[in-house]
Each structure stands twice: as structure tokens, then as C-alpha cells.
């Protein structure tokens, strides 16, 4: 029965390229929605987990480092310092504002500025800074610089005050904004609050448990949330699964019904043209299991075939569009792929109800009618 059911599919080559096109289509819009998903969602935790430390000491109520305005006094620092466990504080100052080339306009930027701490050099070098920015001076991811266009030396605006453009880098992705650094002497000034800053990056002693540094920093600083990288990481990512998750159930759910459709719709067809092939088999003992399986083995190789060309599709293209599009943030997973390959299965499997439906219901005279 194998052979037949090749057969059938290759006597028609062009709808078994459209039906499997379809699929294919169908696989790509999945694929990519899956890696788009899956490259925000790493992105938008990937700011919380870079620094070289075990905690984030942010002002009580803070949701998260770019979506919220953590502001905490100056006095914190010491009292954070004298918790037991605590090895070192460095401060942050960080607050997601408008960056372009001229005033009040461009891109929301999450600015940052690192003043001077004991972790200065280490926390530079994991976001991504070669060397800190002076007075006057900003340092800008590649996307930022790409979005507003501006370069080594150019004048750009966060908000109304002007900077220099000291250096472009790599530096680390911010969630849902691009990131740029400025010099700390600015940074009291561009946020207004000349004694406080934003974040506590925290590193313990070797031989304390962050768990209980977290509870005693709590416990003995009032006003301060302590999250660990991880934690911090997933309030952030939060947003992600509460905004763009329902989003994302919704397309891939449109997306399977069209390559559920097409297969149906290719398969039925194709059962309705060759009933009187099924009614021959029938006739001559063919039992309804064998004729199930010429179905299904037609559908499943559609499936396949879509699947292949769909995920292979959606990798290219992905990575092609994300190339030309920085902020469009990929990955691809296995367990991703091999969830669309179980869908396109189930989606094959489901497409041969109502043919089978027609094939357990013929009756083998019809071979003998005019």
C-alpha cells in the first residue's frame, strides 16, 4: 500500500507542491513566531543576569530594571554593606528614556551610568563597556546607534541634554529598549536625583548563602526589594509571557488550522477522484485498515514534506530578517522544532477524518457502475 499511496501523490505533482506548500507556509509562520518568542523572551531577562553578582538591591515595589523608576538614597549603600554576608555593593543609576538625535525624540533607551564602586571595572566589562564614558560623553549599543543613525562623534540628545558620542559597543540588550551608557558625573543631573541611585548590584561572601543575604538585606534595609539574578530576570520576563504569550498562542493557532486545511482539503480531493480505486481494492479484499493507510501515509507525507521545507524556511529567514532588522531577536530551539514536527504529525492525523470517513463508507459495486 506504500506504493499507492506514493503513487496517488506524485500523479499530481503540482497540488502535492501547492498542499505542501501550504504546510510549508504554515510551519514557517510557526517557526518564526516560536524563535521571535523565544529571542524576546531572552532578551528581555538577559539584563538582570549579566552583571557579576548574585543580587539586585532595588527600591520596595521596583517591577523590574526597565519598566520601573527605582530610586534609592545614597544611605543605602552603607546599610546594605553592613548586612552579614554582604561582600561588596556597587551602585547603578538606570532609567528608560528617550535617546535620538535631537531633543525629546528618537528611541526609548534604557541609559545607564555606573559611578564609582568596587565592582565598577567588573560590571563595565559584562555590559559590554570598553572603557567608561567622561563627562558630557555616551556610550551606544550598536542598535541604538543603528535606529537613531549616529556615530563616533556625533551629538545626540537624551531627553533635552546633549552628549557626545564617545564610542559605539556591543553592549548588553535591554529587554524591550536598546542601552546606552553616559558619564556618572551627568547621571545626578539627566535623572534628578543628584544623591541617589537606581540598583545595588550585590556580590556575597564565599561562604554565605544568597538566600539568607537576600532575607537579612530585607530584613535590615526598610524601603529595599533583594531579588537574585534569576528572580529579577523573571519579573522582567513577566511582561513577556503576560503581553505576547496570548499573542502567540493566537498566531501559531491561525497558522496550524491553515496547514490543517490544506491537507484536508488535498486529501479529500484526492479520495473523492480515486473512489473507485478504493472501491477496486476493496472489491478484491483490501481491508479498511490497508485503505485507512493509503490515506494517512498520503497525508503524512504532505506533513513532512511541509515540515521540512517550513522549518527550514523559517531558520533562513528568521536569521535573514534579523540581520537586516537588529531588534527582531531570534531562537531557535530544539524542543521548539520538535514540537512543530508532533503538531505537523497531529495536524496529518487530523486532516484524514473526514477522508477516511469516505473511504469506510464505499461500497464496492461502485466499481460496477456506469
Known sequence: MVPLARRYLLSDRLRLAISAGGVAFAVLLIVLILALY?????RA??????PPTQLWVTQAGTPDP????SILPESVLAQVQAVPGVRAVQPLLARTMLLGGQPNSGTFTFVMAL???????????AFGLRSLPGKGEAVLSDLVADDIGAGRG???????????????????????????????????ELFGHPHAFSFGLVTVDEDAEVEEVEDAIER????????????????????VEEGFLPVVAVLIGVAYVVGLAVIALTIYTSTVERIRDYGVLKAVGASPLQLFAVVIRQSVVIA????????????????????????????YRW?????VFGAALVMSAAATLVPIRRVAGIDPAVVFRA
Open 66 to 69: 526597565s519598566h520601573g523608576a
Open 220 to 239: 535590615e534595609v526598610p524601603g529595599t526589594n533583594a531579588l537574585t539574578r534569576e528572580e529579577f530576570a523573571d519579573a522582567t520576563r513577566r511582561e
Open 304 to 331: 513532512l514534506i511541509g515540515y521540512v521545507a517550513g522549518s527550514a524556511l523559517g531558520y533562513v529567514s528568521g536569521n535573514f530578517i534579523q540581520d537586516a532588522v537588529p531588534e527582531f531577536a531570534t531562537i
Open 38 to 42: 523565544q529571542g524576546i523572551y531572552d
Open 154 to 188: 556625533d551629538t545626540i540628545y537624551v531627553g533635552t541634554s546633549s552628549f557626545r558620542v564617545a564610542e559605539v559597543s556591543s553592549l548588553v540588550d535591554a529587554g524591550f529598549s536598546s542601552a546606552a551608557f553616559i558619564g556618572s558625573e551627568d547621571a545626578p
Open 115 to 125: 559611578p564609582q564602586g568596587p565592582l565598577q571595572a567588573a560590571t563595565a566589562e
Open 335 to 339: 524542543q521548539d522544532l520538535a514540537a
Open 45 to 50: 531577562g538577559r539584563l538582570a543576569t549579566t
